[in-house]
């Protein structure tokens, strides 16, 4: 049994990144592989960069890593703010060669991955969005309601299973089109099955916005999908963010809440 953890959406937040690191490792389980946009909205880029680079098998790009790297798209103002701090962050340290390590790591991001995990059949597509917008593109539960063309697009896009990450909230939807938070799964489990397509949300390591402030991870089994959430000290990443100046207060605020 080889299990893999899929992390998504850290934003930064160092704290979160040690607990759930800590908490996979306390499993046993040895492959971990993240879904994008480690950076951004928080306040420890470096060192969340850092663990990543060390700790992952794969990493994609997110659009907040974009925004580092290139230029932010349609980001609202205290989004863009961050963006254009973390850069700082990167840029400012004196290290010559830590610096050029982490900017080549970010630019070997992958846009899209598609594997099979060990001893699984099936082969998974990651994306850090969505599978015809991989960067950008929101897959958001009322989608299912609201947007069904949107979602018959992109089912159309999918073998089997894809894995996102993006907004932040973990669930599964199924190409009926539906969603299921993972409380209202058995065991907050997910079983595949065969012939048929499932999206699998994992939710967000560093800025949770189910209105659940623990950090959300998921672990695949050649068979299923086990959705995890875990506290860690929300205080100490949230007194960070309010005492630097360029990034906006709600930041932190939002992190007690989960939204
Ligand atoms: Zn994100």
Known sequence: MT????????????????????????????????????IGYGPD???????VAEKCAWSLIGNHDFAVLYEPTNFNPGAEQAAFWTRDQFNADPDEKARRI?????GQLRVRVV????????PV???HGSPRRPINEYIFPDDVMTATDKMKQIFERIENLAI????????????????YPPEELGSMTYSFEKD????????????????DPRASYAIFHPDRV??????????KTADRIHAIENLNDWLGDRLYEGR
């Open 125 to 127: 597509l990651a994306v």
């Open 3 to 38: 299990p893999t953890a899929v992390i998504s959406d850290i934003h930064a937040n160092a704290e979160a990144l040690r607990t759930v690191l800590a908490d996979i490792e306390s499993r046993g389980i040895k492959r971990i592989v993240n879904l994008g946009d480690i």
């Open 196 to 211: 048929e397509k499932a999206i699998i949300n994992v939710g967000s390591v560093g800025q949770p916005r189910d209105h």
């Open 226 to 235: 086990e959705f995890i959430r875990v506290e860690y000290d929300i205080a």
């Open 164 to 179: 996102v990450g993006h907004t932040h909230v973990p669930g599964v939807f199924t190409d009926e089109p539906d969603f």
């Open 102 to 106: 982490r900017y080549e790591f970010l």
């Open 45 to 51: 880029p470096l060192e969340c960069v850092d663990l």
């Open 115 to 122: 594997e099979t995990f060990p001893e699984s059949e099936l």
